[in-house]
């Protein structure tokens, strides 16, 4: 079992910048591969970025090169950091834990991030 809790989110202008914060606990975290979702209101949830156990990095087309997914095993967290949002960026930010190997896949309870003037 993986317990996850998102932190960070919050109002902020267009062109402003965020960092979420999702800390995990529960088991081996390094052992897991973490992912950032998204869920705008009506619309399916989607991938923002995914850090490996290995932190080999990838990320959704609409937010390369403004955001940047992290990860700190002493701390048991994994960041991102969100820099140029737009207003399409608004959404419910979620983070999941997935194992290789393994078919459980974990999630936090999300944070609320909204762009708007």
């Known amino acids: 079992q993986v317990q996850l809790v998102e932190s960070g989110g919050g109002l902020v202008q267009p062109g402003g910048s965020l960092r979420l914060s999702c800390a995990a606990s529960?088991?081996?975290?390094?052992?897991?591969?973490m992912t950032w979702y998204r869920q705008a209101p009506g619309n399916e949830r989607e991938l923002v970025a995914g850090?490996?156990?290995?932190?080999?990095?990838n990320y959704a087309d609409s937010v390369k090169g403004r955001f940047t997914i992290s990860r700190d095993n002493a701390k048991n967290t994994v960041y991102l950091q969100m820099n140029s949002l737009k207003p399409e960026d608004t959404a419910v930010y979620y983070c999941?834990?997935?194992?290789?190997?393994?078919?459980?896949?974990?999630w936090g309870q999300g944070t609320q991030v909204t762009v708007s003037s």
């Open positions: 999941s834990a997935s194992r290789y190997g393994y078919s459980s896949t974990y």
């Open positions: 850090i490996t156990s290995g932190s080999r990095t």
């Open positions: 529960g088991s081996i975290f390094s052992l897991y591969a």
